[in-house]
């Protein structure tokens, strides 16, 4: 089955960290960009960072440069995304994204379901 | 950064309607561009992607055009199951930036 399952998520206090995860399966991971995205409660799509397939470029919103970090284990098929020194405004349900192709400019062809951070002490 | 603008930001409309929604680059992006559809607690999910291609499966009421700057979403013969809100995308260049969204709501 093709999909992707996010995990990882939950209540932090700011200023910590959370690191999600992202299992793939039923297509080659290794072969497609991924992204990660977040949507805060009652708003819209935010684009967070994209690692290209192999893993050697990796890009991010102005907003968590400095201190998101994505990852991907193609061994395990699964991709990361380390957060830290979180803030209340980045409570948001966060995707994982597989792209269309390789390069990771393209649509997103598949989504997660999503795991909800909840920054709030 | 690549800024994405989208009008309305909410429309009403009734079954049957031809509904039109654009989304404006403010660079240049070729047809880096995608359409998603969101329904209240459920996943996006793409409707056209590279300005005018529809995804497979995806009803062929749908359509997109433009280039470039200036590019739209079309819903000719509205249905009861497009009531959503709708983002475009850009994916010429990180940061991938989403329009802010158009409600489409009953009217």
């Known amino acids: 089955q093709v999909q992707l399952v996010e995990s990882g998520g939950g209540v932090v206090q700011p200023g910590r960290s959370l690191r999600l995860s992202c299992a793939a399966s039923?297509?080659?991971?290794?072969?497609?960009?991924m992204h990660w995205l977040r949507q805060a409660p009652g708003k819209g799509l935010e684009w967070v960072a994209l690692?290209?397939?192999?893993?050697?470029?990796?890009y991010y919103a102005d907003s968590v440069k400095g201190r998101f970090t994505i990852s991907r284990d193609n061994s395990k098929n699964t991709l990361y995304l380390e957060m830290n020194r979180l803030r209340a405004e980045e409570t948001a349900v966060y995707y994982c994204?597989?792209?269309?192709?390789?390069?990771?400019?393209?649509?997103?062809?598949?989504w997660g379901r999503g795991t909800l951070v909840s920054v709030s002490s | 950064d690549i800024q994405m603008t989208q009008s309305p930001s909410s429309l009403s409309a009734s079954v049957g309607d031809r509904v039109t929604i654009t989304c404006r680059a403010s660079?240049?992006?070729?047809?880096?561009l995608a359409w998603y559809q969101q329904k209240p607690g459920k996943l996006p999910t793409i409707l056209i992607y590279?300005?005018?291609t529809l995804q497979s499966g995806v009803p062929s009421r749908f359509s997109g055009s433009g280039y470039g700057t200036d590019f739209t979403l079309t819903i000719s013969g509205l249905q009861p199951e497009d009531f959503a809100t709708y983002y475009c995308?850009?994916?010429?260049?990180?940061?991938?930036?989403f329009g802010p969204g158009t409600k489409v709501d009953i009217k």
């Open positions: 994204a597989k792209v269309a192709d390789s390069s990771g400019y393209s649509h997103y062809d598949l």
């Open positions: 039923g297509f080659i991971f290794s072969d497609h960009g």
């Open positions: 690692i290209s397939y192999e893993g050697s470029s990796k």
């Open positions: 660079q240049g992006i070729s047809t880096y």
């Open positions: 590279a300005a005018y």
């Open positions: 995308q850009e994916y010429k260049s990180a940061p991938f930036t």
